[in-house]
T-cell receptor, first 114, second 110 residues
Framework: DGGITQSPKYLFRKEGQNVTLSCEQNLNHDAMYWYRQDPGQGLRLIYYSQIVNDFQKGDIAEGYSVSREKKESFPLTVTSAQKNPTAFYLC?????????????FGPGTRLTVL | QKEVEQNSGPLSVPEGAIASLNCTYSDRGSQSFFWYRQYSGKSPELIMFIYSNGDKEDGRFTAQLNKASQYVSLLIRDSQPSDSATYLCAVKIDTDKLIFGTGTRLQVFP
């Protein structure tokens, strides 16, 4: 059953803690993305990766870090430097680098800072 | 700042009517355009994409693109209560990035 999985579905973090959100895909997609969604706002790009062992900052990368050691996996770490991390985090993937390739989303992780 | 603009709504239509959702974008170099549906608390689901000027139909959905006027629209025919969701317009400005609008909330009432 092909798709994108994200875990956990809900995550609670105390202030000052780093947390890592998992994203895995078995679609054989080269490109993977992390977005953040806040109420009433559009999706904002955090980081993206077009190929293993390479990734680029998106529009709001401060306070976040990623790795891409395997094609299937693109974990996102929310560090204590992120000032307002409470949000809905969405991972997406696409076949590759093209103006026309669609992005498909995982189910998301809802992060709440206590 | 490259932007994608949508009316936040809610757009309320009766069951069976045509719902018309609109989106404008600022970057004339935009090449491809996508419509996602997002139910409350869920992730976006791709429903349509369009690259060329004109109309593209898929079942009850029609995407319309006018690059000269920089707008893209989504028509939903025979609207159903299950179509009630937020519809996100997304524009691809280069090979890497999608720019999303804030979405239009559609309510279909019986």
């Amino acid at each position: 059953d092909g798709g994108i999985t994200q875990s956990p579905k809900y995550l609670f973090r105390k202030e000052g803690q780093n947390v890592t959100l998992s994203c895995e895909q078995n679609l054989n997609h080269d490109a993977m993305y992390w977005y953040r969604q806040d109420p009433g706002q559009g999706l904002r790009l955090i980081y993206y990766s077009q190929i293993v062992n390479d990734f680029q900052k998106g529009d709001i990368a401060e306070g976040y870090s990623v790795s891409r050691e395997k094609k299937e996996s693109f974990p996102l770490t929310v560090t204590s430097a992120q000032k307002n991390p409470t949000a809905f985090y969405l991972c997406a993937s696409s076949i590759g680098r093209s103006r026309y390739n669609e992005q498909f989303f995982g189910p998301g992780t809802r992060l709440t800072v206590l | 700042q490259k932007e994608v603009e949508q009316n936040s709504g809610p757009l309320s239509v009766p069951e069976g009517a045509i719902a018309s959702l609109n989106c404008t974008y600022s970057d004339r170099g935009s090449q491809s355009f996508f419509w996602y549906r997002q139910y409350s608390g869920k992730s976006p689901e791709l429903i349509m994409f369009i690259y060329s000027n004109g109309d593209k139909e898929d079942g009850r959905f029609t995407a319309q693109l006018n690059k000269a006027s920089q707008y893209v629209s989504l028509l939903i025919r025979d609207s159903q209560p299950s179509d009630s969701a937020t519809y996100l317009c997304a524009v691809k400005i280069d090979t890497d990035k999608l720019i999303f609008g804030t979405g239009t909330r559609l309510q279909v009432f019986p």
